[in-house]
């Protein structure tokens, strides 16, 4: 089955910097979501984002599905960022959403 | 738009007993919802699809007899633990695809086993 790998596993940040997660899959893909999990464990939606790029406040993701990975930029970073931050995948000719590995952030005050 | 209401949002019980867990789509019909489970500090990892009228399909490895998954109307999804033992806590979130949005997710439910 396809796999998904997030880097960086972990990530510390002062308030107010930047930061670039990624995610990388290993076979084709008919979407991909970019979700944070909050410390209560809800799954918020970031992005729907099977390629392209969008932007939503201080926050923008970029997927090229050609060569199969998906980025995931926060700016200005808030200590409301902090969490886990998931990228899942649909991989073609399928229609099961596959979650990566993850990115836990933590931003200090 | 495009809500799945999960209930409850956490659960303790005694070893040996069922838990049921419903998720329901509020404002739009989920033909197909999708059952996730996740252990602290891990990714979630998907258990079964559940169809609307037809039986749930289990991931490999995931034990039907002890996970029940019923899909009988087009709004709501359940999930039963059966004879639940330790092991099976756990945080267990549902979804459903929705045309051009992507997945929606529930809330999740934290389930205590004691």
């Known amino acids: 089955g396809i796999q998904v790998e997030q880097s960086p596993p972990d990530l510390i940040l002062q308030e107010g910097a930047n930061s670039t997660l990624r995610c990388n899959f290993s076979d084709s893909v008919n979407n991909l979501q970019w979700f944070h999990q909050n410390p209560w464990g809800q799954l918020i939606n970031l992005f729907y984002?099977?390629?392209g790029t969008k932007q939503n406040g201080r926050l923008s993701a970029t997927t090229v599905a050609t060569e199969r990975y998906s980025l995931l930029y926060i700016s200005s970073s808030q200590t409301t960022d902090s969490g886990v931050y998931f990228c899942a995948v649909v991989a073609s000719g399928t229609y099961k959403y596959i979650f990566g590995t993850g990115t836990r952030l933590k931003v200090l005050a | 738009g495009a809500v799945v209401s999960q209930h409850p949002s956490w659960v303790i019980c005694k070893s040996g007993t069922s838990v049921k867990i419903e998720c329901r789509s509020l404002?739009?019909?989920?033909?197909?919802m999708f059952w996730y489970r996740q252990f602290p500090k891990q990714s979630l990892m998907l258990m079964a699809t559940?169809?609307?009228?037809?039986?749930?399909?289990?991931e490999q490895g995931v034990e039907k007899d002890k996970f029940l998954i019923n899909h009988a109307s087009l709004t709501l999804s359940t999930l039963t633990v059966t004879s639940a033992h330790p092991e099976d806590s756990s945080f267990y979130i549902c979804?459903?695809?929705?045309?051009?949005?992507?997945?929606?997710f529930g809330s999740g439910t934290r389930l205590t086993v004691v």
């Open positions: 979804s459903a695809a929705v045309v051009a949005y992507g997945y929606t």
């Open positions: 404002d739009f019909q989920a033909t197909t």
């Open positions: 559940s169809n609307e009228g037809s039986k749930a399909t289990y």
């Open positions: 984002i099977p390629s």
